[in-house]
């Protein structure tokens, strides 16, 4: 699906990719893979990524951060 509205190198609509649940880390990878834009919040999930619960949206960016968003 994401190619359809997205080309690499451009071309395209601006593209935010993001999940809720158990796919908001494997998404955000992928997003962060493609040059896509991300987020990542409390309204997305309530755990880090090996599961602990995250104490609040800026343990989430940190999370976020550590695993190479940027």
Do not use: K, S
């Not at 451009?10 to 998404?27: D, F, I, K, Q, R």
């Amino acid at each position: 699906m994401i190619g359809g509205v997205w080309r690499e190198g451009g071309g395209g609509p601006p593209v935010l990719l993001h999940a809720e649940g158990p796919a908001v880390w494997p998404m955000l990878a992928e997003a962060v893979g493609r040059g896509l834009d991300t987020r990542i919040g409390l309204e997305d999930t309530f755990v880090l990524p090996g599961g602990a619960p995250a104490a609040d949206n800026a343990a989430l960016v940190d999370a976020a951060l550590a695993g190479g968003v940027r």
